[in-house]
């Protein structure tokens, strides 16, 4: 509130005219402005005053540019928490498909040769959201290495039945991703690992970061 209207409005707060809302204006602008203060407390000093009213509209536009600076600042209040959840919501959204690969455990994954030579592997880590795949020899062995993956997405939706099948070069479990690999496959491998670096890597490299897969089956 600026001072020119809390001149006005001083001399009703001394004689207890003004209405609540003022009354508290005044006494908060008073106690940061030195001027106002000092000009108050000659008011309410032994001297007679002389008491100008101010315009009868005075108070009413006081009370009207306070019930303005209030809404603004609502207004504002409500705007900042709509960025704030809007900001929240797509962070969680674009972290709700991230990746994460599951981490190899006993029993995790199975696999068995069927009489037609197809090869079938079965997850039992409850949900995934897809799986990754490349075939690369390794020990003179034609091997493939898979690595399942989750995201917060798929650890809310039902566990899928977890089925895929190695034959005819290719792996696919019909839903999510099918990879090409060798017709002829030796050995199948869990690995956890960077599948867009994994099969580019030098023979040595390669057989350096394959050390921790698990074997999951053979001929």
């Known amino acids: 509130m ?17 209405n ?11 106690a940061q402005c030195k001027e106002c203060r000092t000009l108050l407390s000659e008011m309410k000093g032994d001297a007679p005053i002389s008491v100008i009213a101010p315009e009868p509209e005075t108070e009413a536009r006081v009370l009207r ?3 303005k600076k209030f809404s603004r600042g609502r207004r504002r209040a409500v705007l900042l928490t709509v960025v704030i959840m809007l900001i929240f919501s797509v962070v969680l959204t674009g972290a709700a498909d991230v ?17 037609d030579e197809v090869i079938d592997l079965y997850y039992h880590g409850g949900s995934y959201s897809s799986f990754y795949s490349f075939s690369r020899e390794i020990g003179g062995r034609n091997a ?6 989750r995201t917060l997405r798929s650890d809310v939706m039902p566990d899928r039945e ?13 839903e999510t991703a099918t990879y090409q690999v060798d017709r002829r496959v030796d050995a199948v491998y869990y690995l956890v690992g960077d599948y867009l670096q994994l099969p580019g890597l030098a023979q040595d490299e390669f ?9 999951l089956w053979e001929r």
């Open 2 to 18: 600026k001072c020119e209207i809390i001149h006005d409005l001083l001399p009703l707060y001394c004689d207890g005219l003004c």
């Open 20 to 30: 609540e809302a003022s009354r508290q204006e005044i006494e908060a602008h008073v």
């Open 65 to 67: 540019g306070v019930k």
């Open 99 to 115: 990746p994460r690969p599951v981490p190899y455990s006993d029993g995790l994954v199975t696999a068995e040769l069927a009489v």
């Open 144 to 149: 493939v290495f898979l690595c399942f993956d």
């Open 162 to 174: 977890g089925h895929l099948c190695i034959g005819n070069g290719l792996l696919t479990d019909f």
């Open 207 to 215: 057989e350096q970061a394959a050390a921790e897969a698990i074997l």
